[in-house]
């Protein structure tokens, strides 16, 4: 007998929206007093703004509380948002950042334990079961991917190839001697082993590969379908932050229309970046995370940077669970070229829909005479480099107008030979900014 469902587990994914709403409503109650208690940030934070944690009992209270941004983290850095002592803390995961201190989290048993199950239930909308391989090319480490859903992998039964990032030869050696039938990694990684596959000459009956879970980053869904074609497989969306948890946070079912938030354990709000005002479910701003169920470091309205919006239909796959669209960018991430708001995953979007571009591109942004200017390098696929100066002149021609004509912005495109881009075995570095 499977041990596995389509829906892991139905009773909170499919709750009636009411009967959620009592559970968020009961767990935000005692939330709040947690972090009255345990939390001099919070408690200070409350205190000013005259709030007692008897005072909330309703989610609808959300609003009134105050936010938590990655300043914060920082400014406490390591432990000072620690809701329990060192000894209840049994894991530490950190993000690195590209500059300052890195923002650092800790789990109890009971928050691996959460975890591993929100991960078991996006591992199960993606269709893996126990008698599933899955490769787990996500750094292990202090980044949450690799150990986020080794954990969530094991728990469903499935069959675990740790085998962290990098090391493309060796992956692709695991994938087809172990008979991996699910991966997980960056899609700008799955790309890049979709590729090596072709160009190492695999047979394609040797990869078994069926479906795929991927994330850490924005890619939109015409890079989807590129993987789903290289790899052969279904490719799924799972999202996640560490500061909120890591992988698993929210996790894309088969509909494939948004990913599922795991809101008994993460209320998600969309607040507008510049007045922080709540915005209408449907309308894009920044999602804001609060961690009702974590122990070790709750958060309350975490603000992400990560621009979606939010659905709380229910979804043909049963699952009343609110969903978020596929991320657009982090507000840091967005470019404004010559007054105009461009998000990377946009010109991925472009590029992918036309014939004969590949996966890899970089943004260059510099500063001219006061004003920005894009540069999109992009790569060409093999077959077409060798192609005539005037067909790459064509290639460069229509992107050009296609970026133009799609998102309202000239670049300077410039055509890069194949393999010219340095590949990325975590996120990719899309955006070099020169200003
Ligand atoms: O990237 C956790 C993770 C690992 C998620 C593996 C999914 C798979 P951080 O390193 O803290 O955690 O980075 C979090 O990455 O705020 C988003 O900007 C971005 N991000 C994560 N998943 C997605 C996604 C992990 N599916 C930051 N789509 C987040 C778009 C994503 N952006």
């Not at 005692?30 to 944690?53: Q, S, T, W």
């Amino acid at each position: 007998m499977k041990r596995t469902n389509k829906i892991w587990n139905p009773e909170r994914e499919c709750a009636d929206r009411e009967e959620m709403r009592r559970l968020q409503s009961k767990q935000l109650a005692a939330m709040m007093e947690r972090l009255y208690h345990n939390v001099p940030f919070y408690r200070n934070k409350l205190k000013e703004m005259g709030i007692e944690p008897g005072d909330i009992r309703d989610v609808d209270q959300l609003k009134a509380l105050p936010f938590t941004t990655k300043d914060d983290l920082r400014e406490n850095y390591p432990f000072g948002l620690f809701a329990v002592p060192q000894t209840d803390v049994v894991r530490i995961h950190a993000s690195s950042g590209t500059t300052g201190k890195p923002t650092v989290v800790g789990y109890t048993p009971r928050d691996i334990e959460t975890w591993a199950e929100v991960v078991a239930r996006g591992l199960v909308m993606a269709g893996v079961n126990e008698d599933d391989t899955i490769q787990v090319s996500y750094g292990y480490g202090p980044f949450t991917g690799g150990l986020g859903i080794h954990y969530g992998a094991e728990k469903v039964g499935a069959t675990v190839i740790p085998i962290s990032s990098g090391n493309t030869r060796k992956q692709l050696q695991f994938m087809t001697d172990f008979n991996a039938t699910a991966l997980a990694c960056t899609p700008s990684y799955a790309a890049h082993l979709g590729e090596s596959i072709l160009k190492e000459g695999i047979p394609p009956e040797k990869v078994k590969l069926r479906t795929g879970v991927f994330g850490a980053e924005p890619w939109s869904n015409e890079l989807r379908r590129e993987i789903e074609k290289l790899l052969h497989i279904t490719a799924y969306d799972i999202y996640g932050l560490s500061e909120v948890m890591g992988p698993g946070v929210s996790m894309e079912c088969e509909c494939q229309r948004g990913n599922h938030i795991f809101e008994d354990h993460f209320i998600p709000e969309v607040v507008d970046p510049e007045t922080l005002e709540v915005l209408p479910d449907g309308e894009i701003g920044e999602l804001v995370f609060t961690t009702v169920t974590k122990e070790a470091m709750p958060l309350l309205r975490y603000r992400t940077r990560d621009l979606t919006r939010l659905c709380r239909e229910k979804c043909d796959c049963g699952r009343t669970l609110t969903r978020m669209e596929k991320c657009l960018g982090r507000t840091d991430d967005m470019l404004i070229i010559r007054g105009v708001n461009v998000f990377p995953s946009q010109v991925e979007a472009v590029l992918m829909s036309m014939s004969g571009t590949s996966p890899h591109y970089q943004l260059v942004i510099r500063r001219e005479k006061n004003l920005d200017t894009l540069e999109v390098k992009v790569e060409i696929d093999e077959k077409n480099w060798s192609d005539s100066i005037r067909v790459l002149e064509g290639i460069r021609k229509q992107i050009e107008a296609n970026i133009k004509s799609m998102l309202g912005i000239t670049a300077i495109i410039k055509l890069v030979e194949p393999n010219s881009i340095q590949r990325s075995e975590g996120k990719a570095q899309r955006i070099i900014d020169l200003r």
